[in-house]
């Protein structure tokens, strides 16, 4: 019954390659987002997504990429990784609106080597 | 721009003091500010927000539009109160939430 899931929990890959994340939300909410949580801790959003329209954080490189599915569903593609990307990536959902509270993941742990 | 700021990157305090987490933030209009909480090796959780003017925790914390804050206060810290906290703006629709840098507070025994 966990409300927003994500999967891999951790990720290890080469300089170079493509990889994905995976994440769901049975909350029956409309938006998702996806954050980038460096070493020092600083959270970072990277994209907020409903049905509509896709905010992005223009700071964010091309590689990244979001994909939605479906509502439940907001996965994150990252092309040709480099050794910047390592960090824990938290998925996040709420309810379209200012000021609804959003219901983050476990985070997944990406190691680039 | 949206933009909020917690001063101290680490905080120390002793179990049984007070504590006060302080963050500012900018916004030309009228945001929501929240204050998220990170418990060692688990997912960001809502700790509290200004609108429901609520306690949780025994935490609590007061908007001051004059002063453009928003920090967070327990008059008396416990062990478990250890984590990272995260003060948080939002906008107006259609604009994305905005963390602070994070504060990590260290209660000690």
């Known amino acids: 019954d966990t409300a927003v899931s994500q999967t891999p929990k951790y990720l290890v890959t080469q300089m170079g390659n493509d990889k994905s994340i995976k994440c769901e939300q049975n909350l029956g909410h409309d938006t998702m987002y996806w954050y980038k949580q460096d070493s020092k801790k600083f959270l970072k959003i990277m994209f907020s997504y409903n049905n509509k329209e896709l905010i992005i954080n223009e700071t964010v490189p091309n590689r990244f990429s979001p994909k939605s599915p479906d509502k439940a569903h907001l996965n994150l593609h990252i092309n040709s990784l480099e050794l910047g990307d390592s960090a824990v990536y938290f998925c996040?959902?709420?309810?379209?609106?200012?000021?609804?509270?959003?219901?983050f993941g476990p985070g997944t742990r990406l190691t680039v080597l | 721009a949206q933009r909020v700021t917690q001063p101290e990157k680490l905080l120390s305090v002793f179990k049984g003091a007070p504590v006060e987490l302080k963050c500012n933030y900018s916004y030309s209009g009228s945001p929501e500010l929240f204050w998220y909480v990170q418990y060692s090796r688990q997912r960001l959780q809502l700790l509290l927000r200004?609108?429901s003017r609520e306690s949780i925790k025994g935490f609590t914390a007061d908007l001051n539009k004059g002063e453009t804050s928003f920090h967070l206060k327990k008059p008396f810290a416990q062990e478990e109160d250890s984590a990272m906290y995260y003060c948080a703006l939002s906008g107006g629709y259609g604009q994305n939430f905005v963390f602070g840098p994070g504060t990590r507070l260290s209660v000690l025994p």
């Open positions: 996040a959902s709420s309810h379209t609106g200012q000021g609804n509270e959003q219901f």
């Open positions: 200004h609108i």
